[in-house]
């Protein structure tokens, strides 16, 4: 199969690495090898690769910049596919990005061709991809304000989902319950708006994140979802967690709601300081914690 598979990649003119470890696609920095990892330039060497892993039977996973993902310490058995990044497509205020395209890069060419509806996504360090799925947000913005379309991979064929055949809610879209599919590119539709505004409220909400969030460690963002009337990180400091630590992972001090990589953490480590939160959290007020990162092995 290695042989085969790497004919393959070769083929298609596809980057194809073995045992990678996946702490060097996360910012977590945590993760064992991926047996495979592959890097498509495009759409149609990504649908070529994801036919043949569906036709040779091999597991696959797709992911973006790993912002969002907890990978286990015994990595992954199968073929991990980074997406392909590509250039902006322009009609009017409409913009179409590759699923692997930085979504805080998107941001900030908008700002630059005075289109708002995208200033919320300056700070999230993801893709257009792994936005979509999460229906990623921040500071009262989300895609669902923008997203006008995305054409995805399924195993029956390659189809464009409208807006609405999202079901886009709090970090759920209907990629959410089909994990097989692989989201190639998205569609926004932008709002003419003030460069200067739209850059000052970048600025301002780059600021918050500053001062706000430990962006100096790696983690992998909220840790928990919010749960309905309540915030995570609130509960989790509310129960005296700041600071609580196993092994190299760490409730961040400066923010409960982050879980953050100190220095040398494990998986383990990182599931095991979870659960603890987690079963603290619903003892002390009755909440149950759902996780937000997505944890792959
Ligand atoms: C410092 C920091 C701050 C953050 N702040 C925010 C915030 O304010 N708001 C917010 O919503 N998130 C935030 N995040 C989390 C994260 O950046 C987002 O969830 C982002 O959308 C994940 O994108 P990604 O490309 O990194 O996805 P990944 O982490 O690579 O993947 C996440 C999930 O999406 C799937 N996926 C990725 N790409 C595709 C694709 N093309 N097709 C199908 N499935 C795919 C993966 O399989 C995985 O299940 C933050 C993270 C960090 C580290």
């Given at each position: 199969m290695?042989?085969s598979?790497f004919?393959f990649?070769?083929g298609?003119?596809?980057?194809?690495l073995c045992d990678?470890p996946?702490?060097?696609?996360?910012?977590?920095?945590?993760?064992g090898?991926a047996r495979?990892?592959?890097?498509p330039?495009?759409?149609?060497a990504l649908?070529?690769?994801l036919?043949?892993a569906?036709?040779?039977?091999?597991?696959y996973?797709?992911i973006?910049?790993?912002?969002?993902l907890?990978?286990?310490?015994?990595?992954f058995?199968g073929?991990v596919?980074?997406?392909?990044?590509?250039e902006?497509?322009?009609?009017?205020n409409?913009?179409t990005?590759?699923s692997?395209?930085?979504?805080?890069?998107?941001?900030?060419c908008a700002?630059e061709?005075?289109?708002?509806?995208?200033?919320?996504?300056?700070?999230?360090?993801?893709?257009?991809?792994g936005a979509?799925v999460?229906?990623?947000g921040?500071?009262?913005?989300e895609?669902?304000q923008?997203?006008?379309s995305?054409?995805c991979w399924?195993p029956?064929g390659?189809?464009?989902?409208t807006a609405?055949?999202h079901?886009?809610?709090?970090?759920?879209?209907t990629?959410s319950?089909?994990?097989?599919?692989?989201?190639l590119?998205a569609a926004?539709g932008?709002?003419p708006?003030?460069?200067?505004a739209i850059?000052e409220e970048?600025?301002d909400?780059?600021a918050?994140?500053?001062?706000?969030?430990?962006?100096e460690?790696?983690?992998a963002?909220?840790?928990?979802?919010?749960?309905a009337g309540?915030?995570?990180g609130?509960l989790?400091e509310?129960?005296?967690?700041?600071?609580?630590?196993?092994g190299?992972a760490?409730?961040?001090e400066?923010?409960?709601g982050?879980?953050?990589?100190?220095?040398?953490?494990?998986?383990?480590?990182?599931?095991?300081?979870?659960?603890?939160?987690?079963?603290?959290?619903?003892?002390?007020?009755?909440?149950?914690l759902?996780?937000?990162?997505?944890?792959?092995k």
């Amino acid at each position: 199969m290695v042989q085969s598979i790497f004919d393959f990649a070769a083929g298609q003119g596809i980057l194809l690495l073995c045992d990678e470890p996946m702490s060097r696609h996360t910012t977590f920095r945590v993760g064992g090898p991926a047996r495979f990892f592959a890097m498509p330039e495009d759409a149609t060497a990504l649908c070529a690769l994801l036919d043949y892993a569906q036709r040779e039977g091999i597991r696959y996973a797709v992911i973006g910049k790993g912002s969002n993902l907890l990978v286990d310490d015994g990595g992954f058995d199968g073929l991990v596919i980074r997406t392909p990044e590509g250039e902006l497509c322009w009609e009017g205020n409409t913009v179409t990005a590759l699923s692997g395209f930085s979504l805080a890069r998107l941001s900030a060419c908008a700002a630059e061709k005075s289109l708002a509806g995208l200033s919320f996504a300056q700070g999230i360090p993801g893709t257009v991809g792994g936005a979509v799925v999460m229906n990623a947000g921040a500071y009262g913005g989300e895609i669902a304000q923008t997203l006008l379309s995305s054409t995805c991979w399924t195993p029956e064929g390659v189809r464009t989902l409208t807006a609405e055949e999202h079901r886009l809610s709090y970090r759920h879209s209907t990629y959410s319950d089909h994990p097989q599919w692989v989201v190639l590119s998205a569609a926004f539709g932008l709002q003419p708006g003030d460069r200067q505004a739209i850059e000052e409220e970048m600025a301002d909400f780059a600021a918050r994140r500053r001062d706000k969030q430990p962006l100096e460690y790696p983690s992998a963002g909220s840790t928990f979802q919010r749960p309905a009337g309540h915030f995570a990180g609130k509960l989790i400091e509310d129960a005296g967690l700041k600071g609580f630590s196993v092994g190299g992972a760490q409730v961040s001090e400066k923010h409960a709601g982050f879980v953050i990589n100190r220095g040398g953490a494990s998986c383990a480590d990182v599931l095991s300081l979870m659960e603890q939160v987690t079963r603290i959290v619903e003892d002390r007020f009755g909440v149950t914690l759902t996780p937000e990162v997505k944890y792959l092995k």
